[in-house]
């Protein structure tokens, strides 16, 4: 029997997970920290390094208590390297090259976006070669999937990632933090078609995304509707105008999966590989989902999406990935230093 232990703490959730045998999620551990976050309307990198430093033992503790097994048991310790914000990694490298020390076992190197590319083999498995979407808070990345270790880089975004829109909109609304499940919310009882905000790229050759234009015009439209120069007055000045709101949240919502949803079975299409994996916070997102799933169908196309949990950020998947560098004997050591820009592809 092989266990893993995995530590994630790329961004704001300080996560754990022991994984048995590269298939069996015995425990999976989030810590969030939106309730810190949501007082200044989005992370804040050094209250967010701060967090991890404080919670990271009793969640690891935690992790290993709830997988039924001792730390004595553990064969391997993954760890994200990257990509995220510099002192949030460093406090997870940090704590696995300690603990790697004292139990004397390896540590293994993963990057963030593998980890969110086969989060779905934690459910069932998916034919290789495949097309990853990764749509979160830091990425809105298009790969080909060979296999662990081997991607292509078929597009990303140029300026704001997806989730980072839906964060900022969120925000101008004064929906509140995290953007995206408090948009998708309020969108419930707007109407999809009241504004026609952009669908940037669309229908332009390439697999690249452009996101802060949508963001931009959202803006442009609260002010003109409302004539407020300011941003910061947006929120109040918009206080009890539910419909108003739940159109622009609809409207964007609709804009910005239109977008994920054409170019990702425009690649699965063009590389003729019929079939495509998204993950990633925003993969939470209903729409997304349906949308995907629908516009699939039509194609041929299969898609698969993990189940929520293992949309956002957690160590299962990290674990996931960890244990096949495990089992090809690729290992890290206690040189091993994060790197917030790190790239696959
Ligand atoms: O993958 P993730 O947990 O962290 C990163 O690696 O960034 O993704 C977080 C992002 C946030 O921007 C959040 O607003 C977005 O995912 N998100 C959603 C939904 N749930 C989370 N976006 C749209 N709809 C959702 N339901
Ligand atoms: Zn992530």
């Not at 298939?23 to 967090?51: D, F, M, T």
């Not at 990935?321 to 592809?345: C, M, T």
Request: proline residues 4%.
């Amino acid at each position: 029997m092989t266990y893993i232990l995995a530590i994630e703490t790329s961004c704001d959730e300080t996560a754990a997970a022991i994984l048995k045998d590269g298939r069996y999620v015995l425990s999976n551990i989030v810590g969030l920290q939106w309730g810190i976050h949501k007082r200044y309307g989005g992370i804040v990198p050094e209250l967010a390094c701060r967090l991890h430093i404080e919670v990271i033992y009793p969640i690891v503790e935690e992790a290993v208590k709830k997988s039924g097994i001792t730390l004595r048991d553990i064969d391997a310790i993954a760890v994200t390297s990257g990509p995220g914000l510099i002192g949030a990694l460093l406090v997870g490298v940090s704590f696995a090259k300690a603990l790697s020390y004292s139990l004397n076992i390896p540590i293994i190197q993963v990057n963030h976006l593998e980890g969110h590319l086969w989060a779905i083999f934690l459910e069932r498995r998916v034919p290789k070669p495949f097309i990853g979407l990764v749509v979160s808070g830091g990425h809105t990345n298009l790969y080909i999937v060979e296999d662990v270790g081997k991607y292509r880089l078929l597009g990303s975004t140029r300026d704001d990632a997806a989730g980072e829109a839906f964060d900022k909109v969120a925000k101008i609304l004064g929906l509140g933090f995290p953007g995206g499940p408090a948009i998708e919310r309020c969108a419930e009882a707007g109407d999809p078609d009241a504004v026609s905000f952009p669908r940037a790229l669309s229908g332009k050759k390439g697999f690249d995304f452009s996101f802060s234009g949508i963001k931009t015009a959202v803006l442009n439209y609260i002010r003109m509707r409302y004539y407020m120069p300011h941003v910061d007055d947006i929120p109040e000045a918009l206080a009890g105008q539910e419909r108003f709101k739940a159109d622009i949240a609809s409207s964007f919502q609709q804009a910005v999966v239109d977008v994920l949803v054409s170019k990702t079975i425009g690649a699965v299409r063009q590389m003729g590989l019929g079939r495509v994996v998204i993950s990633g916070g925003v993969a939470c997102n209903k729409l997304l989902r349906e949308r995907m799933r629908d516009e699939a169908k039509r194609h041929g196309i299969k898609v698969y999406i993990p189940a929520p949990e293992y949309c956002t950020d957690n160590a299962a998947m990290i674990a996931w990935v960890g244990y096949r560098y495990f089992k090809k004997g690729i290992f890290a050591d206690l040189r091993l230093n994060p790197d917030a820009r790190s790239r696959i592809g």
